[in-house]
């Protein structure tokens, strides 16, 4: 498994090599319908299929996709599936940060690579022009946050406490 939205569902690993034999790790991973497919409106335009969706998402989202991304679909099953280079730099990557101001330096770049990709999934003007100039936008998202920590907290207490 990757992430939550994994469990369930078909993950795959495959090992290529080159003609150098420098190997190639694919990820080969099920991708079934949003759970906000059957909210869309009629008329408007829905992925084909789970991994189309997946796919059409990332390379929205990222500055610069994976050249492996690709979809393929199960002709015995009807399974979507999304294709990605698996690559582990994301460890290296976090452990490198972990330095004594590095958790701030780590949150902070998340924060920044959130903002950039939903910034290129709209339009950055209208949503600058949406948001404003005043802090009203960054004090609702920290009440949130606040509020979704205190509820993890207590979710966990919650939990400890059943398990006692």
């Known amino acids: 498994m990757v992430g939550i939205g994994s469990v369930g569902r078909v993950c795959a690993v495959g090992l290529y090599?080159?003609?150098d034999g420098a190997p190639l790790f694919l990820q080969i991973k099920e991708a079934r319908e949003s759970v906000m497919a059957p909210l869309v409106l009629p008329g408007h335009r829905i992925s084909a299929?789970?991994?189309e969706r997946v796919v059409e998402g990332q390379r929205i989202m990222q500055a610069a996709s994976d050249l492996f991304l690709g979809t393929a679909?199960?002709?015995a099953s009807g399974r979507a599936y999304y294709v990605r280079q698996l690559k582990n730099h994301k460890l290296s990557d976090v452990a490198e940060m972990?330095?004594?101001?590095g958790p701030k330096r780590y949150a902070a770049l998340c924060g920044r690579t959130l903002a950039?990709?939903?910034a290129r999934s709209g339009d950055a003007a209208m949503i600058a022009g949406y948001l404003g100039t005043g802090d009203g936008f960054d004090r609702a998202v920290a009440e949130f946050a606040l509020a979704y920590a205190a509820q993890t907290q207590a979710d966990h207490a919650a939990l400890l406490e059943r398990d006692a």
């Open 116 to 118: 950039r990709a939903h």
């Open 73 to 75: 679909r199960s002709p």
């Open 49 to 51: 299929s789970g991994g």
């Open 17 to 19: 090599a080159d003609a």
């Open 98 to 101: 972990m330095s004594r101001d």
